[in-house]
């Protein structure tokens, strides 16, 4: 069965006795199961590969009517996430196999991927979860007080130390687990994130700390990790934090890469943060997505064929407005009514700035591409406003307002605009850099950094013209 490849695909077969073995805490595990409303004569056991599943074994059922059991005993089996189910969507249970001797299921069919897994570690791997999930909020009113105190401009040693406090808590928590439980260890290292506020000395920025210290406490070289899907799922977070970062590419792929290089390769582990990394910059429209896309195919595309062709069709849906190539076309109605398009301004450095009267980030990033366009726009430099706006007259209000002398062009469709369909743009303020010929430069810039970029290239342009 083949689902979204951001999801989990079943293929393959994996014998019991093809497991790759090493002493465990129970060198016999038994796996018992309560099974009602189910109309299945078997029921199956995989075990995770990357964003795969691959089946370990087919169970027969003790059924009566729509009751059933089964109980089976295995032998030294590798700790970690293994799937227990029939393989159909929504009827498939995550069960932590290989660190109590006896695991018990309790579930319907039709709800099974709720099924109650018991077993101390099952019981202490959701504590686990739960506890992150909690830590998790308490994080975000903490970076929502520093914030607010940031903009009121008042002392930040209080909730600075709330942060160092915070982080103290989470330490101490992994440190406790790994004293106990070294593999569940791994599932709190790959959610704990130390805070900038407390931990960031010594780094650049808060982008520089984030790249750099996002997965610093986990050890990569555990095989645990390899039946982990907590991983793929962490890469996805670690790549859609970076594509938010006002960072260029090929810097957000550098801390990417430092990591993705940490785990041993070829493996299960590192297929899933492969796969991760792709669909988190595919969530931020970022080309990081094709790059992994790529490496995934070049090393595992043999692996699981199915797979394979669904990326490689989502790649080609994509490909077109990837940094590189020529960009997409767009033509639209001017504030007076006219038909301009992109193409028309060929021949200049073209910054192409969507924003919308409504978006109070596009609007305070204004003064500073004004700033931008009279110091560069007689050196080759020109800008087309592409609006998400719905309302003609506030569009022109805010073109007015803000004192923005350059091309504009809306639909008026807002978030339907096809102009924002054709570069799958989900936030505002988005931008590109399309360089003369109507090649796509960067992607995704602001503030000093497109400038900085802006004024790099247009030296490059004018050392160029200057050697002819």
């Given at each position: ?201 010594g780094y650049q920025d808060e982008a520089d700390y984030l790249g ?257």
């Open positions: 069965m083949l689902i979204q490849w951001r999801s989990l695909v079943l293929i393959g077969t994996l014998l019991l006795s093809g497991w790759s073995l090493s002493a465990q805490p129970f060198d016999k595990i038994l796996l018992q199961g309560q099974l009602t409303e189910w109309d299945e004569d078997t029921i199956r056991l995989f075990i995770p590969d990357g964003v795969s599943l691959r089946p370990v074994t087919n169970m027969v059922l003790n059924r009566t009517d729509r009751k059933a059991q089964f109980a089976v005993s295995f032998n030294k089996v590798p700790p970690g996430i293994y799937f227990l189910g029939t393989g159909k969507p929504g009827q498939s249970c995550q069960v932590l196999l290989g660190l109590d001797s006896v695991v018990q299921v309790v579930g319907t069919q039709a709800q099974f991927a709720q099924a109650r897994v018991i077993s101390p570690k099952n019981a202490r791997y959701q504590q686990i979860l739960s506890q992150y999930n909690s830590w998790q909020q308490e994080f975000k009113r903490l970076l929502n007080g520093y914030r607010t105190a940031l903009a009121r401009k008042t002392p930040l040693d209080g909730i600075k130390g709330q942060f160092e406090a915070f982080d103290k808590k989470q330490l101490d928590f992994v440190e406790s687990l790994r004293q106990t439980d070294p593999q569940l260890a791994q599932v709190a290292a790959l959610r704990t994130y130390l805070s900038y506020q407390s931990q960031g000395e750099k210290t996002y997965f610093q406490l986990v050890d990569f070289q555990d095989p645990f990790l390899n039946r982990l899907p907590l991983l793929h799922e962490s890469f996805k977070g670690f790549a859609s934090n970076l594509g938010g970062l006002n960072l260029f590419q090929r810097e957000k792929q550098a801390y990417a890469d430092m990591w993705l290089n940490a785990i041993p390769q070829p493996s299960s582990a590192h297929k899933a943060a492969l796969l991760g990394l792709a669909a988190g910059f595919r969530k931020r429209n970022e080309d990081g997505f094709a790059h992994y896309i790529n490496r995934y195919l070049e090393q595992y595309g043999n692996d699981n064929p199915l797979l394979s062709n669904q990326l490689r069709k989502e790649y080609q849906t994509l490909a077109f407005r990837l940094i590189g190539e020529e960009a997409p076309d767009l033509k639209f109605p001017t504030p007076e009514g006219d038909s301009l398009a992109m193409s028309d301004l060929r021949g200049k450095l073209l910054l192409v700035d969507f924003w919308a009267s409504w978006c109070g980030p596009c609007r305070r990033e204004n003064p500073r591409v004004k700033a931008m366009y009279d110091k560069y726009k007689d050196q080759g430099f020109e800008i087309l406003g592409v609006s998400l706006d719905n309302n003609h007259g506030r569009w022109v209000q805010a073109i007015k307002a803000d004192q923005l002398p350059w091309y504009h062009i809306s639909d008026l469709k807002q978030w339907r605009s096809a102009a924002a369909r054709t570069y799958g743009v989900g936030s505002i303020p988005f931008t590109l850099l399309v360089d003369e010929e109507g090649r796509i430069l960067e992607k995704g810039l602001r503030g000093a950094k497109l400038e900085a970029r802006v004024a790099e290239i247009l030296a490059e342009q004018a050392t160029a013209g200057d050697s002819k």
